[in-house]
């Protein structure tokens, strides 16, 4: 395991790992938005790879609120909705979308309303950034250790190195507290 941080809360020590088991979250969680992709590397961008033909029709389309999709691949990989300034290394590698009716049942509403779109751009942005995380190998997980070795607590697939540590911070001291 490859440790990341590593520090000392009382008389326990919290260490960070990157989470070599990460589980990809476009296959095993729900999310709002689907990751149409086009390309010729080896990477695999979203959730179905397709055509652009496919791209531009749900583009097009009055059913869906549709986003472009940016990648930049050069020592690992970024992803958002707005691009890069590289020409070289970077560009469209396809769109994330969601059908209106999906929009509706997710948000419990009648009417998508320009607020609502907002909030789905929100939700995107946050699908894209957890699976770049995913990509570039930055998924953690953490322990909680006596100073004898111990493994008192520990959780695994944080796709956030800062909500990791938070979360241990937290689990240290609410065992600190209840030892008491």
């Known amino acids: ?10 008389n326990l020590e919290i260490c960070i790992y990157i989470d070599n088991d990460a589980i990809n979250p476009r296959e095993n969680y729900a999310h709002l938005g689907e990751i149409l992709y086009h390309n010729r590397s080896k990477y695999i961008l979203g959730d179905r790879q397709t055509n652009n033909t496919e791209m531009e029709l749900k583009a097009q389309s009055k059913d869906v609120v549709c986003f472009p999709v940016y990648a930049y691949i050069h020592s690992g990989i970024a992803l958002n909705m707005t691009g890069f300034s590289c020409p070289w290394d970077s560009g469209q590698s396809g769109i994330i979308y969601a059908t209106k009716k999906k929009i509706r049942q997710w948000f419990n509403c009648k009417n998508i309303t320009k607020k609502t779109i907002e909030k789905v751009r929100k939700i995107f942005e946050g699908e894209l950034l957890e699976f770049q995380s995913y990509l570039n190998g930055e998924v953690y997980g953490y322990e909680i250790k006596k100073r004898n070795g111990e493994i008192l607590d520990s959780c695994w697939g ?8 938070n979360e241990a911070k937290e689990s240290a001291n609410y065992m ?3 030892a008491a």
């Open 1 to 10: 395991m490859n440790m990341v941080e590593n520090k000392v809360v009382g």
């Open 158 to 165: 944080f796709y956030d190195f800062d909500v990791c540590l």
């Open 176 to 178: 600190r507290i209840s």
